[in-house]
């Protein structure tokens, strides 16, 4: 759409809201939801990047190579906080093989090995 100013004649162009501000019905922006909508596939933690964010869908520690067997570092997880339905992101990962990383769980940061974060599965 098109404007004229009755003080300036030149023809303007109308600013039309820029994509990130448009707000959805649930109060997030368009920006967030496509993201969040980007990070609904499930998958483990040991393999997000810095700055990842999701929510920690269950643990499952077969399969997984740690010194601990898996009701072991399953009962570790839980009792550091690694529940279902919590909040996580990465903060920081470690200089050489990107490990140890740094993990916010809800108000908690904690380091976790990569290979004992594979026993989480997020999304």
Same mark, same amino acid.
């Given at each position: 759409?098109?404007?004229? *100013? #009755?003080?300036? /004649?030149? =023809? @303007? /162009?109308?600013?039309a809201p820029a994509l990130t501000d448009v707000l959805t019905r649930t109060g997030e922006t368009v920006a967030e939801r496509s993201q969040s909508a980007v990070q609904l596939a499930p998958m483990r933690l040991g393999?997000?990047?810095?700055?990842?964010? %999701? =929510? +920690? @869908?269950?643990?499952?520690? *077969?399969?997984?190579? !740690?010194a601990l067997p898996a009701t072991e570092l399953? !009962?570790? @997880?839980?009792?550091? %906080?690694? =529940?279902?339905?919590?909040?996580?992101?990465i903060l920081h990962e470690g200089i050489i %093989?990107? #490990? /140890?990383? $740094?993990?916010? &769980? #809800? *108000? &908690?940061? +904690? $380091? =976790?090995?990569r290979r004992e974060a594979m026993a989480i599965i997020v999304a």
């Open positions: 759409m098109l404007f004229t *100013n #009755d003080t300036h /004649p030149q =023809v @303007l /162009p109308l600013a393999m997000a990047r810095r700055g990842y964010r %999701g =929510v +920690i @869908l269950e643990l499952c520690a *077969n399969k997984v190579e !740690s399953e !009962s570790r @997880l839980i009792e550091l %906080g690694f =529940v279902e339905g919590a909040r996580v992101e %093989g990107r #490990d /140890p990383i $740094a993990v916010r &769980v #809800d *108000n &908690v940061t +904690i $380091a =976790v090995r």
